[in-house]
C-alpha cells in the first residue's frame, strides 16, 4: 500500500532540530518505507541527515510518501509533526 | 633596530565578543586545534572492501560508546537539558542514509573507509553550512563533531587533549564542540573565548553552568591570538584583551578583586538566615522547572521552594505525563529540599504554551483565553492526576501546591472541590498522603488583586505572579517589543496591587510571596520587604544577593523606603528612587547594578 499526502510545513523552525530528529524517531517506529520529497528533492525519512538536507522551511511544500503495511497510520503520525507549531523551548 | 625591538614588545588588541559567561579571567592563552584530520588515501583491493566495512562498523560502535558516556556524565554534572545535546549526536551516528552512503561509495571507490568517510562527511557538511537558517546552520556543529570522533576512531588519532595547558589556561578555539567543552574541568580552564557562536550555543549554554566566564562571537580571536599569549577575558561585557598594557591590566586584576569579594561574601551569606538587623526574618526561596535545578538552589543557600513550575512534564512529548512520573518527580524534590518547603504550581498551560498533544484551538488572544486554572477546570482528568500525584508526594516531604491564574472566589472553590475529591479517592484507596497540605492561589490577575480579601479566607498563602499580573493591569503584552518600554515591575498601580494583596493577606493571617521576576530585581527588595512581603522567591542566583541586602537593613528603615516609594506618580521616579536608596545602603552591590 502507497500512501503520499502533500502537506505545508507549519512548524516554526521548519523542519529541522527537534521536529527532525521527532520525525525520525517515529518515522523508525514503522514497517514502511518512508520517502519525502521537496521539489525535485527525494530523501529517506527515516535518515536524520537525510532530511536536514532537505533544508524544509517553514511555509515549504513537502510530500510525505509511505509503502507498507502500515503506511496509512505512519503517514497520519508523521504529518502531524509537520503541522505542529509548538516551540517549546520558549518555555 | 630600534624599530624591530619595539615590534618585539607584544601590541594590545582589544576585541569585542558576545557575553556568553559572566566573570572576569586573566590568564595565558590555549590556542586550541582547529587542525583537520586529514585521512591518508590509499587504494583497497576487493578483498579488503569487507574488513574496511567492519573497521566502519566497529568505529561507529566505538563511537556510540563514547558518546553514550559523555552524555551520562554531563547529565549527571550539569543536567539532562545539557546532556540531550548528545542526543542527537546519537542520532547522526545510528543514521541508516549515512551509513548506507559510505558503505556503497567504498564498494564503488575502492579506497579506504577514513577517505571515504570524510568525503562523504565533508559533503553533508558543505551543504549544510550554506544553509539559510541560523537553527539550521547550528546542527552542522553536532555533525561536525561526531564525525571528528568517528574519524578519530577509525584514523586511531589521540583524542584532543588538555594536555599541555597552562595552570589557568584561556581557550582560543574557533568553535568549542560539546565534547570539547565537556573535557574542561573547573580549575585548569578558566575561561573560553570563541570566533563563532551566539549567546545560546552550546560553548555558552556549559560555560555558565561551569560557572566559568566565556565570550563568543569574536570572529577573529583566532587569527589574532598565538598559543602563551597573556589575555584578559571579561565575559560580563564580552571583551577580550589581548596582550593587555600594565594600565589595563592593573585595572583589570582591580575589578577581578572586587568581584571575587563580593562573591565570597555572598558564600558566606548562604548559611546565615536572611533577617534584618532588626530581626524581622524573611523567606528567600528559589524558582525550579526540573527537579535538577535543587542542586542550585541548595547551592545558593535558598531556603526552599517557592515556585516549582510543573510545564516542563508536557514539554516535547507526544503523550500526556503519567501520575506516577510526576509522582517521583515530585518526591524527589520534596525529599531533597526537606525540612524546607516546596510550592508546586499546578499545570500553568496557555498564552505562549501550548503543546500540541493537548490539541487546543487558536485563539485570538491566548493571555486572555484558555489557560492555566482555566485549562486545568475544563480537564479535569489531566488535572486530577497532577493533584493525585502532588498528594502522594506530600507524605515524603513539605510540599504546598498552588493554582495559578486565580481570578476569582469560583474558581478557587472549583479547584478544592477537584482537591477534596482526589483526597476522598486516595484516602479510600488507603493512600498516605498530608491531608492539611497548604493550599495557595497565585495573585496574577488584577480582580485576584483586588478581592484578595476574599480569596484570603479560602487559601493558606498567597504568591504574587508579577509578570502576568504586570501584564494585565498595565495591559501590556510582555513578549511585544514596541511597547516594552511600558512594561513597569514600579508603575505605582502595580506597586499598589502588590501591597494591597500582602495586607489583605496579613489581615488573614497568611503569608504572602512574590515568585516573579520582579523578585529578584535587587533595587526593589528593599521596597518589596517594606510592603511586609513574607518570602521572595527568585532565580537562585539571586537568592545571595537578596539576602545581603534583606540582611543589611532594618525592617523600619524599609517600611519608611516603601512607604515613600507609594507616593511617586510614575515607575521612573519609584527606580530612580530605589537605586539610589540601595547605593546608599549597600554601596557595594549596587555597583554591580550600576553596569
Known sequence: MEIRKEIVVKNKTGLHARPAALFVQIANKYQSDITIIKDDQEVNGKSIMGILMLAAEKGSKVTIVANGEDAEHAVKELEEILLNDMEPEKF | ?595
Not at chain 2, 74 to 80: A, H, L, T, W
Not at chain 2, 87 to 105: F, G, M, P, T, W
Not at chain 2, 175 to 195: C, E, Y
Not at chain 2, 411 to 430: F, G, H, I, P, T
Open chain 2, 1 to 595: 633596530m630600534a624599530d624591530n625591538k619595539k615590534s618585539s614588545k607584544k601590541k594590545q588588541i582589544q576585541l569585542k565578543g558576545i557575553p556568553a559567561a559572566p566573570g572576569i579571567a586573566i590568564g595565558k592563552a590555549h590556542v586550541f586545534g582547529t587542525e583537520d584530520m586529514i585521512p591518508q588515501e590509499r587504494k583497497i583491493s576487493e578483498s579488503e572492501v569487507s574488513g574496511e566495512i567492519d573497521r566502519f562498523k566497529r568505529a561507529l560502535a566505538e563511537t556510540r560508546k563514547e558518546v553514550l558516556a559523555i552524555e551520562r556524565r554531563i547529565s549527571k554534572e550539569m543536567g539532562v537539558e545539557h546532556g540531550s545535546i548528545f542526543r542527537a549526536h546519537l542520532l547522526v551516528l545510528e543514521d541508516s542514509v549515512l551509513v548506507q552512503e559510505v558503505i556503497s561509495r567504498l564498494k564503488k571507490r575502492k579506497k579506504n573507509i577514513e577517505t571515504i568517510f570524510a568525503e562523504v562527511l565533508n559533503k553533508y557538511i558543505s551543504v549544510l553550512s550554506s544553509a539559510k537558517d541560523e537553527y539550521l546552520r547550528d546542527r552542522v556543529s553536532d555533525i561536525t563533531d561526531v564525525g571528528k570522533r568517528i574519524l578519530r576512531n577509525l584514523i586511531g588519532a589521540e583524542e584532543r587533549s588538555m594536555e599541555g595547558l597552562h595552570d589557568k589556561s584561556i581557550i582560543i578555539s574557533y568553535d568549542l564542540s560539546p565534547s570539547d567543552t565537556a573535557m574542561m574541568h573547573k580549575g585548569r580552564v578558566i575561561g573560553f573565548a570563541t570566533d563563532i557562536g551566539g549567546r545560546t550555543s552550546h560553548t555558552a549554554i556549559m560555560a555558565k553552568s561551569l560557572e566559568i566566564p566565556a565570550v563568543v562571537g569574536l570572529e577573529s580571536i583566532t587569527d589574532v591570538v598565538k598559543n602563551g599569549d597573556q589575555v584578559i577575558l571579561d565575559g560580563t561585557h564580552g571583551v577580550v584583551i589581548v596582550n593587555p598594557t600594565k594600565r589595563f591590566l592593573d585595572k583589570y586584576h582591580k575589578e577581578k578583586k572586587k568581584l571575587e569579594n563580593l562573591e565570597k561574601e555572598l558564600v558566606e551569606l548562604k548559611t546565615l538566615p536572611s533577617e534584618t538587623t532588626d530581626n524581622k526574618k524573611v523567606t528567600v526561596a528559589g524558582n525550579i522547572e526540573l527537579p535538577e535545578d535543587v542542586a542550585s538552589v541548595i547551592s545558593h543557600g535558598a531556603e526552599g521552594i517557592g515556585l516549582y513550575r510543573t510545564e516542563y512534564f508536557y514539554m516535547n512529548r507526544r503523550d500526556l505525563p503519567s501520575e506516577e512520573e510526576q509522582f517521583n518527580a515530585y518526591k524527589s524534590v520534596a525529599l531533597r529540599i526537606k525540612p524546607h518547603c516546596v510550592v508546586i504550581r499546578t499545570l500553568d498551560l496557555g498564552g505562549d504554551k501550548f503543546l500540541s498533544q493537548l490539541e487546543v484551538p487558536r485563539e485570538m488572544n491566548p493571555f486572555l483565553g484558555w489557560r492555566a486554572i482555566r485549562f486545568c477546570l475544563a480537564r479535569p482528568d489531566i488535572f486530577k492526576a497532577q493533584l493525585r500525584a502532588i498528594l502522594r508526594a506530600s507524605a515524603f516531604g513539605n510540599l504546598k501546591l498552588m493554582y495559578p491564574m486565580i481570578s476569582g472566589v469560583g474558581e478557587l472553590r472549583q479547584a478544592n472541590m477537584l482537591l477534596s475529591e482526589v483526597k476522598e479517592d486516595l484516602r479510600k484507596e488507603k493512600v498516605k498522603f498530608n491531608k492539611d497540605i497548604p493550599v495557595g492561589a497565585m495573585i496574577e490577575v488584577p480582580s485576584a488583586a483586588i478581592t484578595s480579601d476574599v480569596l484570603a479566607k479560602e487559601v493558606d498563602f498567597f504568591s504574587i505572579g508579577t509578570n502576568d499580573l504586570i501584564q494585565y493591569s498595565l495591559a501590556v503584552d510582555r513578549v511585544n517589543e514596541k511597547i516594552a518600554y511600558l512594561y513597569e515591575p514600579t508603575h505605582p498601580a502595580v506597586l499598589n496591587l502588590i501591597k494591597q494583596v500582602i495586607d489583605n493577606g496579613h489581615s488573614e493571617n497568611i503569608p504572602v510571596a512574590l515568585c516573579g521576576e520582579m523578585a529578584g530585581d535587587i533595587s526593589l527588595t528593599m521596597i518589596l520587604l517594606g510592603l511586609g512581603l513574607d518570602e521572595f522567591s527568585t532565580s537562585p542566583i539571586a537568592v545571595p544577593e537578596i539576602k545581603k541586602i534583606v540582611r543589611s537593613i532594618s525592617y523600619d528603615q524599609a517600611k519608611e523606603i516603601a512607604e515613600k516609594a507609594l507616593t511617586f506618580s510614575t515607575g521612573k521616579e519609584v527606580q530612580d528612587f530605589a537605586r539610589k536608596r540601595l547605593l546608599e545602603i549597600v554601596p557595594d552591590i549596587a555597583i554591580e547594578l550600576s553596569e
